[in-house]
Every structure is written in C-alpha cells, then in structure tokens.
C-alpha cells in the first residue's frame, strides 16, 4: 500500500489529507479560530463535583469547563487545584473531556509520568524485536515512570531510543516546575500544531510522500525528518503551484462527497449514512446491483464492498462513538463470520482501533470508536436554518392545509377583507397556483391571488390584504 499525505495551509486553516493506493482516506481540518486542545496539558481548578455522574467539572481558563470522569475514586474537592490533560475537545455544548493519566508523546515512545510498566506497539510483531525495545526502555526508563514504545519506533538505534526517553523527561521535569508556580487555571503545555503532528503520528513503512504548500510548514517538517532515520526515504515536495493543492491531486470531488448521505459502491450497491445523538446508523443496500449468479452470491458481493467502504468513511468522516451497520441478510453463519472478518481486517488500518462486536440475528453490527477531536462534519457543516438539522422540510400538502387554516381563521373575523393576497418561497408558491383555488375561494367564500417570493424560506408564507397590496 502505498501512502501519501498532503498539507495545505493557509492564515485562516490546516487541512491534511491521508491518501492511500490513490483513495482520500482521512481528511482533517483544523481552524485559526478554533482551538484544537486534545494533548494539551492544564493546571486546573475543580468548580464542583458531582457524585450522581462520579465526575468533576475543573476550570482550565476556557469559557466551557472540562468534563472530569472520576469513577469510583472521588477523591477531590471543590476549589482543589490539579494537574489535567485534554483527551477530547469540545462538542457542540459540550466543553472538552480531561483526564488525569499524563501521556507525553514523542518520536519514538509515550512517557506515562503517573504509571511504572513498558508496553510496546502491538504492530511490531517481530519477538526479537520486541525483546530489544523492551531491554532498551527498562535500562534508561525513568524512575517511576512508564514508556509505551510507538510502531516507530521499530529499527531505530539504542542512542535514539534513548535520547527520546531522556528529551521528554526533561519536558516533564520543566512541566512540573511550572506547576507548582502556575496559579490556577493554567495552560502549562500546548499540544504541537497540526502538520508537525501529522508527520509524528503518522510515520509509517508505507509512506512514500508528504506534500506541503507552505515554505515554513515545509522547513519545520524537513527539519523534523531529518532528525528520523526511518524517514530518509519519504519524498518531502514544496507544492508552489498556483491551484489549490487538493484540486492539483485531484481531491475536490472526494472532499466534496464526505457530506453524502448516500455513498455509492462499485457494484452499484449503496450505503445510507445517517448520524443521530446516540449513534451513527449506516445501511447496507443492493440498489441496481443484480449479481451474476445465485443470490447468496449477490448479497456478499455487496456486503464485501460494503464492508471495505464503511471502513473508509468511519476515517474519512471521523465518525466515532457508537456506530451500528445493518448489512444486507445473510443465511449461513460461515457468510456472516467471512463479512466481520472483512470488517474487521479493513479496519485494522484505523488509528482510532475501532471494537467490533458479533452480527446479530438480524445482521446487524454494533461498532465503537474512539472520539478525541470535534466531529469532521461539525467542523465543515452548520445545521440548515430551514430544517434546523432534521434533513426535512414540511411537505406542499402539509403547508397548503396549514395555509387553508389560517385563510378560515382570518374570515371569520369582523370586517376581515375577502380580498386576499397568499406571498410565498417559489417552490410552494407554483404548487399553489396548481392547485385548485377556484374551489378554494368558494368553500371559503373570498378572492385569491398567489404570489411568488424569492426571500422566503421554503416554510414561510404571508397572508395579505390584496386590496391594501394593490394600492
């Protein structure tokens, strides 16, 4: 598989694409306005605790308060101060979700200053290896401390290793000094920006090409790889062209397609994505897709490429929390354990490690995945001011009645005119016109005249005096 990522930035936003074997396969924004605070590292102040929900709500400095799980162990008080970092950022009304287990990532390792034992990557499976990383951390591992060695870290020298190990004690030992100065709230460490983030978190075998089109972003990362061994072969290239850089590589149209309710497969099979409150629902349907053969045969064809593209736009999307697939019905248990095991194995490419449950009777598949930073389509997208986020309008039957209900209300007023004028969005108003008016000035006894306007919205119409209009 070959990997490619491209970085477009601009005074106002940091936009970064994932493309895999020529396929978009993550999209991330990020605003100037908008504060990305997940890894960033807080002295804080506990506002109240709330024993109902076992959490605590602490000021970090930020007009929302963070959201602090404390489980069973309640062990801080109002107005205590205490050291917090940022594991997902504010949502909606929602203010960010802190935590207290300090993880300070680097190059090649993750020092955890709260917790004493060595993990390493499950993606490095190679025994001997592992063995040697293993050896390495617990020779320079600081005391009381533990290290999580990244899949970076595979093939990288001892001295290397262990100048990463000893750098982020250092930060540490700094943080803590600023700690026990700081005043409550404090920011004490700020997480890295964006591009300097990609090119830490994304560093694998299989990349081939980063692509920047910023001369500053482009020496900081240059800089950076340098500093790698196993980065010596990805090709750093200063895009200077004068189109923009996804519309160069040819990405518009994927990047314009991530708002789809519908994503169409290559059979001719689609998926319906819906997002909800609790849960994101995606459907599984044949469309025009026949097959060739029986039609066992048909429904997995569509299931296996439904299966390949739901992976893509839970990363795409940045879709997390609960996620819940409705694949089209399978009849044998080997056809449903053959569809999870796809599943499962085009998920495995996910750095948020989606969890995968068994199909149900009714073929459904319960999913969860990680949320850290605000929902791509809350970044992109604003709720319609028409429908205020529901996907629907009122139907031209449903307003018309409601239009008939006021018209019968206003008449049998006192000395109301019979002359009425009905001001409506186009859209409705031509229906209108359609409709049989005649009827309607005789059931109701009046005059009615129909009148399209272009600045009311869809669900907005204006009941008039026609002969105060006509003057």
Not at 18 to 45: C, F, P, T, W
Not at 157 to 175: H, R, S, Y
Not at 287 to 301: A, C, D, N, P, Y
């Amino acid at each position: 598989m070959a990997a490619k990522i491209i970085i477009g930035v601009s005074e106002d936003e940091t936009r970064m694409g994932l493309v895999e074997d020529g396929r978009l396969m993550e999209y991330m924004v990020e605003r100037a306005q908008d504060n990305h605070l997940v890894g960033s590292i807080y002295k804080g102040r506990v506002c109240n605790v709330v024993r109902g929900i076992q959490a605590a709500f602490v000021d970090i400095g930020l007009e929302q308060n963070a959201f602090l799980y404390l489980g069973d162990k309640m062990d801080v008080t109002e107005g205590q101060s205490l050291l917090v970092q940022i594991s997902k950022d504010a949502r909606g009304t929602k203010g960010p979700t802190a935590v207290r287990e300090i993880t300070l990532p680097g190059k090649y390792v993750v020092l955890l200053p709260h917790a004493s034992y060595i993990g390493i990557s499950r993606k490095i499976t190679d025994k001997e290896e592992r063995e040697r990383l293993n050896r390495v951390c617990a020779a320079v591992r600081p005391q009381e401390m533990g290290i999580v060695v990244r899949t970076a870290a595979a093939g990288v020298t001892d001295e290397l290793l262990a100048a990463d190990i000893a750098e982020l004690a250092a930060g540490w030992k700094i943080l803590a000094a600023r700690e026990k100065v700081a005043k409550a709230p404090a920011l004490l460490r700020r997480e890295l920006d964006l591009p300097v983030r990609i090119v830490r978190d994304y560093l694998r075998s299989d990349l081939q090409e980063i692509c920047i089109d910023n001369l500053q972003i482009y020496k900081r990362v240059e800089e950076l790889l340098q500093c790698m061994p196993q980065a010596q072969s990805i090709k750093l290239t200063l895009y200077q062209g004068l189109e923009d850089i996804f519309a160069y590589n040819r990405l518009t149209e994927d990047i314009a397609a991530i708002s789809d309710r519908q994503v169409p497969l290559p059979s001719g099979g689609y998926l319906v994505i819906d997002y909800t409150e609790a849960m994101t629902v995606i459907d599984v349907n044949s469309g025009k897709f026949s097959g060739r053969e029986s039609l066992e045969e048909t429904i997995m064809e569509i299931n296996r490429q439904a299966a390949a593209e739901i992976a893509r736009q839970l990363r795409l999307r940045d879709i997390g929390g609960i996620i819940v697939v409705d694949f089209i019905d399978m009849h044998t248990e080997e056809h449903k354990a053959e569809i999870l095991a796809a599943l499962q194995k085009s998920l495995s490419g996910d750095r948020m490690h989606p969890r995968v449950q068994e199909i149900t009777l009714l073929n459904l598949v319960e999913l969860t995945r990680k949320k850290s930073r605000q929902n791509l389509s809350s970044v992109l997208y604003t709720p319609c001011p028409v429908c205020s986020g529901s996907g629907r309008v009122q139907s031209r039957e449903t307003l018309a009645l409601e239009i008939k209900r006021r018209l019968r209300s206003l008449l049998k007023r006192r000395g109301s005119s019979k002359n009425l004028l009905i001001t409506a969005n186009p859209w409705l108003a031509e229906w209108l016109r359609l409709r049989d008016l005649k009827q309607w000035e005789r059931e109701l006894a009046c005059s009615l005249k129909v009148e399209a306007d272009a600045s009311l919205q869809v669900e907005s119409f204006m009941i008039l005096d026609n002969n105060l209009v006509d003057k």
